[in-house]
């Protein structure tokens, strides 16, 4: 079993900066991607960003120039840098974890006011 503690969640101005982070722990022995989702109410839930264990990073285009993912490896933890933060970016931010199988994170709200 994989679990995820998710923090950085909360409020900020339109053209603000949040940081999430997402720590994985319990039996980790080779984790492939790790990755952001967000849901907003009303929509599904949708990619924000992801990176391989190779450093490959894939994001979503509503994002991309604004946010950026990073891991640090040693550590089981993966980041998402939210820059220049928009209303619609409002949302429950989910870290996805995955090593054979997918493991989510309990969600950490983002709310970015106008």
């Known amino acids: 079993q994989v679990q995820q503690v998710e923090s950085g969640g909360g409020l900020a101005q339109a053209g603000g900066s949040l940081r999430l982070s997402c720590a994985a722990s319990?039996?980790?022995?080779?984790?492939?991607?790790m990755g952001w989702y967000r849901r907003s109410p009303g929509k599904q839930r949708e990619l924000v960003a992801a990176i391989t264990s190779g450093s490959i990073t894939n994001y979503a285009d509503s994002v991309k120039g604004r946010f950026t993912i990073f891991r640090d490896y040693a550590k089981n933890t993966v980041y998402l840098q939210m820059n220049s933060l928009k209303p619609e970016d409002s949302a429950v931010y989910y870290c996805?974890?995955?090593?054979?199988?997918?493991?989510w994170g309990q969600g950490t709200q983002v709310t970015v006011s106008s």
């Open positions: 996805k974890v995955h090593q054979v199988s997918d493991y």
């Open positions: 319990g039996r980790i022995f080779g984790i492939d991607v």
